[in-house]
T-cell receptor, first 115, second 109 residues
Framework: GAVVSQHPSRVICKSGTSVKIECRSL??????MFWYRQFPKKSLMLMAT?????????EQGVEKDKFLINHASLTLSTLTVTSAHPEDSSFYIC???????????FGPGTRLLVL | KQEVTQIPAALSVPEGENLVLNCSFT??????LQWFRQDPGKGLTSLLL?????REQTSGRLNASLDKSSGRSTLYIAASQPGDSATYLC????????FGKGTMLLVSP
């Protein structure tokens, strides 16, 4: 089946640093990828839609200068949390839409802890 | 704006019981509806996907139904096992998915 990978799976960083998370679709080309955030015991909240070759579309309330998204190729999207603060600590999950099936496949998630 | 609600929020049953998890959505203009499983601290495992033109999907002991007109979907788990313990999420949408808050299931031996 389709596989989406995320790297790293877990990251701990100091407050003020920037963290980059990669999302890759391994066996299909994804023109559209999505980034979600999940707080403990809460559901997934869509942060932004990443479109290959164009700017990402951010959901209301998500700071685009804080969460930089780059979708430079059909198999890779990156999320950079800039100047991370403890309140950015969360579980970040990406998904990639397989255009052949119009289905989203989800990555395993990245747990970010900002000290 | 799509809103997805899952009932109950938590469910505890003894092993062997059949159970039903409920999901409702406000906007029936969906492309598909998906059910996922999430274990603590882990990512999502896709269980079943129902296209908007379909009424149900089955996989093993799992059966999911979809009624677009009423904005409802149910996930039926037959003969529950302790290994089924997890949070079950449903998500509905067209170009983007909206997730419910999940049902936390505990199946005791």
């Amino acid at each position: 089946g389709a596989v989406v990978s995320q790297h790293p799976s877990r990251v701990i960083c100091k407050s003020g640093t920037s963290v980059k998370i990669e999302c890759r679709s391994l066996d299909f080309q994804a023109t559209t990828m999505f980034w979600y955030r999940q707080f403990p015991k809460k559901s997934l909240m869509l942060m932004a839609t990443s479109n290959e070759g164009s700017k990402a579309t951010y959901e209301q309330g998500v700071e685009k200068d804080k969460f930089l998204i780059n979708h430079a190729s059909l198999t890779l999207s990156t999320l950079t949390v800039t100047s991370a603060h403890p309140e950015d600590s969360s579980f970040y999950i990406c998904s990639a839409r397989d255009p052949r099936r119009e289905t989203q496949y989800f990555g395993p998630g990245t747990r970010l802890l900002v000290l | 704006k799509q809103e997805v609600t899952q009932i109950p929020a938590a469910l505890s049953v003894p092993e062997g019981e059949n159970l039903v998890l409920n999901c409702s959505f406000t906007d029936s203009a969906i492309y598909n509806l998906q059910w996922f499983r999430q274990d603590p601290g882990k990512g999502l495992t896709s269980l079943l996907l129902i296209q908007s033109s379909q009424r149900e999907q089955t996989s093993g002991r799992l059966n999911a139904s979809l009624d677009k007109s009423s904005g409802r979907s149910t996930l039926y788990i037959a003969a529950s096992q302790p290994g089924d313990s997890a949070t079950y999420l449903c998500a509905a949408g067209y170009s983007t998915l909206t997730f419910g808050k999940g049902t936390m299931l505990l199946v005791s031996p």
